[in-house]
């Protein structure tokens, strides 16, 4: 049988009620929260990277104007600098491509390994050639994978790490305690020259190399470093080369008053045998118009002890000139 009826051939859908009506709109509220919610999340992230930009101008800026009566120590071969007190001298010649930070105070120091290091109440700074540059990630894979298993072989304790992004890059701050005292205070910090700073506790001069870490390409000397490197380059070369007249013209004013070609040429003559050798100029100090360098001498000769010496160089007239050139002799 057919049924002609309209309602027969147009059937509705079952009624749900008022209880589906109740449904619909919860889950339209509930849909509503969680794009607000996705949003409010996506802002927060957002508004902390954004502020990593600002943050990390302030950090340039702490670490270029904080301790402004202090020199500036600058490694040429890990290119950063930081700032050092002058009841302190920092020695880039005992461990190669690390800078000791070492008490004026302290003489005839020998360091055989770490621990008399940091017993001597010394401040370690190196690069970390495990962070590749500006990568994050790597700080934290630095940190487990190989700084910890190295803590926890040679000191045990109660280690803590603590990592942190003050500006655009990651730090990680490491803490080892011993029965109760604080035995190793480490800085791990990212950027475009990762570097690691060690003591046995949290010092002063820890704390201002810290504070005042910065690569050069940030720093506030940045545009004297090549001509200085420059001069200190071409002032070995003439020492080498025999040219004594020259290296003394090129000389400052006050130079040429502390010395003369005779007695340069002897210096000179007494250090032939380190001339010859390879010479490095790891970095030195700069305060004003004044810098300050180390000279290493190396020999190729395991049983030759490295010869060491210093250059001295002012800025006249916008000009950096030798102030003073100290070379290593035989001992006799």
Avoid: C
């Avoid at 749900?16 to 919610?37: D, E, Q």
Wanted: without cysteine.
């Amino acid at each position: 049988m057919i049924n002609n009826s309209p309602y027969m051939q147009n059937p509705r859908e079952p009624d749900r009620g008022v209880g589906g009506s109740k449904i619909k709109k919860l889950l339209k509220w509930l849909m509503l929260a969680l794009v607000v919610t996705i949003v409010a999340i996506g802002g927060f992230f957002g508004y902390g990277y954004t502020q990593r930009g600002p943050n990390q101008e302030k950090l340039l800026k702490t670490a270029r104007e904080a301790y402004p009566n202090d020199a500036r120590y600058v490694s040429f071969g890990a290119n950063y600098m930081f700032a050092v007190s002058s009841s302190f001298n920092v020695d880039e010649s005992t461990m190669p491509g690390v800078q000791l930070l070492i008490s004026t105070g302290l003489t005839d120091l020998k360091i055989e390994n770490f621990e008399q290091l940091f017993d001597a109440a010394i401040t370690a700074i190196q690069p970390i050639s495990e962070i590749k540059p500006n990568e994050n990630g790597d700080v934290k894979t630095y940190v487990k994978k190989t700084l910890l298993p190295d803590l926890k072989k040679n000191l045990g304790g109660d280690i803590k790490v603590k990592y942190s992004m003050p500006g655009k890059f990651r730090v990680a701050t490491i803490t080892v305690h011993k029965d109760g005292k604080l035995v190793r205070q480490l800085h791990i910090q990212g950027g475009a020259h990762p570097v690691m700073v060690a003591a046995k506790e949290n010092s002063d001069a820890y704390y201002e190399a810290v504070s005042t870490l910065i690569g050069v390409e940030d720093a506030t000397s940045k545009d004297e470093l090549e001509p200085i490197k420059k001069l200190i380059e071409s002032s070995v070369t003439l020492a080498q080369q025999g040219k004594i007249q020259e290296l003394f013209n090129g000389g400052s004013a006050e130079f040429k008053e502390k010395t003369n070609v005779k007695d340069l040429t002897a210096a000179v003559n007494n250090a032939k045998s380190f001339l010859s050798r390879n010479i490095v100029a790891p970095g030195g100090t700069i305060l004003g118009n004044a810098f300050t360098g180390t000279l290493t001498f190396n020999s190729t000769k395991k049983e030759e002890v490295p010869g060491l010496g210093a250059v001295h160089l002012t800025k006249v007239d916008g000009v950096w000139k030798l102030n003073g050139l100290s070379l290593p002799a035989p001992k006799k």
